[in-house]
């Protein structure tokens, strides 16, 4: 698997280089989707890898009418808290599992009060 990860680290690479080559300038921004470098060709910003045009704004009020109602409407607070819960639920299965394995007294407290502070957080986090 870390050698599939190499190979497409350097299929990055070529493909980024392949632009600056074509007169494109690299961005000190990184794509949203794959977290490479933005390249800026003829005043507009693209992503090479994910092979799509990608937009920057320094703040929602540069946003253009339609995307600022479509950020409303989705409501930013459902996808993040969505891929926080997902990380607490995963560290409190994480935990369950060294629970199952727990001898040690200590350890068994310290486990149960870590998952009870998770699911806490949990529960506050679904609240909002
Ligand atoms: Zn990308």
Known sequence: MSNEKAKNEEIGIKV???ALKAGGTL??????????????????IYCKICNQEVYIYRDESELPKEYKQA?????????VDTEVEKTIKGKIEDLRKKLEEAVDPDEIVKLSEAIEKLSQTLKKVKDV
Request: with cysteine.
């Open 16 to 18: 980024i280089a392949d």
């Open 71 to 79: 950020l409303k409407q989705k409501t930013k607070v459902s996808s």
């Open 27 to 44: 961005l000190n921004v990184a794509c949203p989707n794959c977290n490479y470098p933005l390249i800026k060709v003829d005043e507009k």
